[in-house]
C-alpha cells in the first residue's frame, strides 16, 4: 500500500472520528434553550437525557455482533451520515417523548459508529503495525471542541435550534460523505475476514479483563469529571466568574485534543507501563497541588495539565481490549466501550451525591486520586489469550506465535509483521 493510500485513510477516518466527537457536542450548548421551549422540568430533562445513553449503551454491544458480518468501513460511513442527518431532528420534537425518542436515535447511531470506527483503527493498526488510534480519538477530541464553540456561536447569534441543527447536518454530511472513497474499498475486508479465524476459546470472549475495564472506568471517568464538574467548582466554590469558569472547560477539551494527538508519537518511544506510571504521579501531584491552593486560575491550570495527561488513556484501554482477544476487535471493542462509558455517564452524578455530603472540591480531589490509584494499578498488561494452534489468515507470523504483543517498539511487533495487502 503506498505511504499517500494509507495516509488518505487515516485522514478520512480522523475525519470519522471527529463528526463522532461534534455532533452531540452540537447539542449540548442549546439544552438550556430547548428545556425552555419544551416547558420541561428537571426532572423531564432528565429523562430526555438519559435517551442517549439508552440508545448508546444497547448498540455499543449489538454491533461487535453486525461487524461479525459486515466490514467495519462502510458501517463508519452509513452511520456518520445517519448521525448527522439525526440531528436536526431535535428542533421537530414538541414534547419530552419526542425529544427522549430522538436523543435514544442518536445515542444509538453514537455507540454503533464509536465501536465501528475504532475496529476499523484496530484493524489498520494490524495491517500496517503503526498506532494511529490515540491521533484518532484526538480528532474526536477536536469534534467535541468545534461543536460545543459552533453552538455557543449559534446561540450568540440567536440563531434557531432547528437552522442550527441543519447546518451543522449539512456540514458533517459532507465530512462524511469526503470519507467514503477512501473507507470503502476492500483493503482491510480481508483482513477483517481472517481475524475471525483467530478467536479466542469461548469463555475468553465474555468479557474484557480486569485490568482495561478499570483502566477505561478511570479514565473515562476523569474526563467526565472534569467536563461537568470544573467550572461549577471555580465558579461557586472558588468565587470565580461564570465566564472565567467556563474557560477551564475549552482549556480542558484543547489540552485533550492535544495529548491524544501526540499519544501515538510517545507510544512509540516508551513502554506504555512507563507512561500509565507517569499518568498517574504526575495527575496525582497536579490535583493536590490545586487543590492545596485552591484558586481559580490554579484549578484552570490545573484541570488543563490533567486533560494533557489522561487523553490516551481511553485509547491505550481500546488498544490493549483488541490486544487481549486476537481476532476479536469489534467485541472486545464494544465491551470496554460500553463499560467506560458507563463510567463516563454514571461516574459525575455520583459525585453529586457524595459531594453534598463531603464538599465539591474534597470530593473532585478524592475522585482524581482514586482513579490515579486505578490507572497505577493497571500499568501491568495481561498476557493475550492465543489459541493452541494458529488460525488460518492468522495476523501473528509464525516465528512470533505465543510472544505477547509489544508496547514500546517503533512498530507493533506481534500484530503486523509483514503486512499483506489485499487487492479491492
Request: include cysteine; charge should be positive.
Amino acid at each position: 500500500m503506498s505511504t499517500t493510500r494509507s495516509r488518505f485513510i487515516v485522514v478520512s477516518l480522523w475525519t470519522v472520528f471527529f463528526v463522532n466527537g461534534a455532533v452531540l457536542s452540537s447539542w449540548a450548548p442549546r439544552i438550556p434553550e430547548v428545556e425552555g421551549l419544551l416547558e420541561l422540568s428537571d426532572s423531564q430533562l432528565g429523562i430526555a437525557l438519559f435517551g442517549v445513553a439508552a440508545g448508546s449503551v444497547p448498540a455499543l454491544l449489538l454491533t461487535a455482533r453486525i461487524l461479525n458480518h459486515v466490514r467495519s468501513a462502510p458501517v463508519c460511513v452509513v452511520t456518520a451520515l445517519i448521525f448527522s442527518t439525526s440531528l436536526p431532528l431535535i428542533g421537530a420534537a414538541d414534547d419530552v417523548w419526542r425529544l427522549t425518542a430522538v436523543l435514544m436515535v442518536l445515542g444509538a447511531a453514537s455507540g454503533v459508529l464509536d465501536v465501528a470506527m475504532n475496529t476499523f483503527a484496530i484493524t489498520y493498526q494490524e495491517q500496517t503495525g503503526h498506532r494511529v488510534l490515540s491521533r484518532l480519538h484526538g480528532g474526536y477530541s477536536l469534534g467535541v471542541l468545534a461543536g460545543a464553540a459552533g453552538g455557543v456561536v449559534a446561540t450568540h447569534a440567536r440563531a434557531s435550534v432547528t437552522a442550527h441543527f441543519t447546518v451543522v447536518a449539512i456540514l458533517l454530511s459532507v465530512a462524511a460523505l469526503a470519507c467514503a472513497p477512501a473507507l470503502w474499498r476492500r483493503d482491510y475486508g480481508a483482513v477483517e475476514r481472517a481475524a475471525q479465524d483467530t478467536r479466542p476459546p469461548r469463555a475468553a470472549r465474555r468479557s474484557i479483563p480486569l485490568r482495561i475495564a478499570v483502566l477505561a472506568i478511570c479514565g473515562l471517568f476523569i474526563e467526565g469529571l472534569a467536563l461537568d464538574w470544573s467550572a461549577l467548582l471555580i465558579t461557586r466554590d472558588l468565587g470565580s466568574s461564570p465566564a472565567l469558569a467556563a474557560t477551564a472547560v475549552t482549556v480542558f477539551s484543547l489540552a485533550m485534543f492535544i495529548s491524544r494527538s501526540a499519544g501515538d508519537a510517545v507510544l512509540n518511544r516508551c513502554r506504555e507501563r512507563r507512561i500509565l506510571t507517569a499518568i498517574a504521579v504526575f495527575v496525582a501531584g497536579v490535583v493536590t497541588v490545586g487543590s492545596l491552593i485552591a484558586q481559580p486560575l490554579v484549578m484552570i491550570v490545573t484541570t488543563g495539565l490533567i486533560g494533557l495527561a489522561v487523553g490516551p488513556v481511553f485509547p491505550m484501554a481500546v488498544h490493549r481490549a483488541s490486544r487481549s482477544a486476537p481476532g476479536q476487535a469489534a467485541a472486545m471493542t464494544a465491551r470496554v466501550s460500553a463499560v467506560g462509558y458507563l463510567a463516563y455517564l454514571g461516574g459525575p452524578p455520583m459525585v453529586g451525591f457524595v459531594a453534598d455530603t463531603i464538599g465539591l472540591p474534597v470530593a473532585f480531589a478524592a475522585v482524581v486520586l482514586l482513579c490515579c490509584t486505578g490507572i497505577a494499578f493497571t500499568r501491568h498488561e495481561s498476557a493475550p489469550v492465543s489459541s493452541k494452534r494458529r488460525g488460518r489468515g492468522s495476523l501473528i507470523p509464525p516465528e512470533q506465535e505465543g510472544m505477547p504483543a509489544s508496547c514500546d517498539g517503533e512498530r507493533i511487533e506481534g500484530l503486523a509483521g509483514a503486512p499483506a495487502h489485499v487487492d479491492p
